[in-house]
């Protein structure tokens, strides 16, 4: 699988991700040709919430250079009624997973808001080379949720490669939050 194939080099093909130049570190770190590709809905940038999610976070960068990016988090976590205590462990329980997807809107309560938060956390990445270690548990979080049976199967129903690469992709952007 090409995508997943490690040594993909972003900069030898593209100047730009979203009108913005790519840090250099977050090429050498996220050197999977599925990172960056916007046209691949399984990628951590491929859906329109996740392009917002990096406009916002360039803009909120450039506008609050010198404000730690936990305050970004917590305006988003906000922005869906959380407060940044109830993200915790108990986000990615089968249990409180099943209770969104019966209950609530997943597509709305749980897909956008980690679309949200990934693409934020790896926007940070992209933009600055790294990612700050007071955000990391909560991408961390939003990850392992996507990885939850439930979720894939909510979100791919029947659908089993696409279940499979899902599961790879979020796998290997484990990894690179680990090397951020």
Not at 20 to 36: M, Q, S
Not at 53 to 75: H, R
């Amino acid at each position: 699988m090409e995508q997943l194939e490690k040594g993909y080099n972003y900069l030898e093909d593209n100047s730009y991700f979203f009108g913005e130049v790519p840090n250099e570190r977050a090429v050498k770190i996220a050197d999977y040709k599925f990172f960056w590709d916007a046209t691949d809905e399984l990628s951590p940038f491929g859906c329109e919430e996740a392009y917002i999610a990096f406009c916002e976070i360039s803009n909120w960068l450039a506008e609050n250079p010198k404000t730690p990016i936990i305050e970004c988090f917590i305006w988003i976590l906000e922005s869906w009624d959380l407060e940044l205590e109830d993200f915790n462990d108990d986000v990615i329980e089968s249990e409180n997973i099943l209770k969104i997807i019966q209950d609530m809107d997943f597509y709305e309560e749980l897909m956008s808001l980690d679309y949200t938060i990934i693409a934020t956390g790896f926007g940070q990445l992209i933009l600055q080379g790294k990612i700050d270690e007071d955000v990391k548990n909560i991408i961390q979080l939003s990850i392992l949720r996507q990885m939850n049976s439930h979720v894939l199967d909510a979100f791919l129903a029947n659908n089993e490669q696409f279940k499979y690469e899902r599961y790879l992709y979020l796998q290997k952007l484990l990894e690179i939050l680990e090397d951020a």
